[in-house]
């Protein structure tokens, strides 16, 4: 059975730091691009990043917004991708969902509004900054 799931979310304070994890069954992470979306309160579903197949160089993409602050790795052991989130902001309050198309590389389509029924999605994990 083929699954995305996600863990690692909670309550951290403004300029803290959380470890997102996307754990993979049913196939290989990292045959696939898998990307890091958030639905903020009252916002679309966003492209957050993207980190492409091993094969494809394990290529990266982020958001503006959190270029600098988020770093996107994958741990091939555990067949998972991690998101390592520092610098965190109320802003980036919301829940968070990993995801893949299916395709090797990372497209301009992990970032920016998400397409319906472009992804197979995880049920997400929720990330609230507040002090």
């Known amino acids: 059975q083929v699954q995305l799931v996600e863990s690692g979310g909670g309550l951290v304070q403004p300029g803290g730091s959380l470890r997102l994890s996307c754990g993979a069954s049913g196939f290989t992470a990292d045959n696939y691009a898998i990307g890091w979306f958030r639905q903020r309160p009252g916002k679309e579903n966003e492209g957050v990043s993207c980190?492409?197949?091993?094969?494809?160089?394990?290529?990266?993409l982020y958001a503006d917004s959190v270029k600098g602050r988020f770093t996107i790795s994958r741990d091939l052991r555990k067949n998972r991708v991690w998101l390592e989130m520092n610098s965190l902001k109320p802003e980036d309050t919301g829940v968070y969902s990993c995801a893949t198309d299916y395709y090797r590389r990372c497209g301009e389509h992990y970032l920016g509004p998400a397409r319906p029924g472009t992804f197979y999605w995880g049920l997400g994990t929720q990330v609230t900054v507040s002090s």
């Open positions: 980190v492409s197949s091993s094969s494809s160089n394990g290529s990266t």
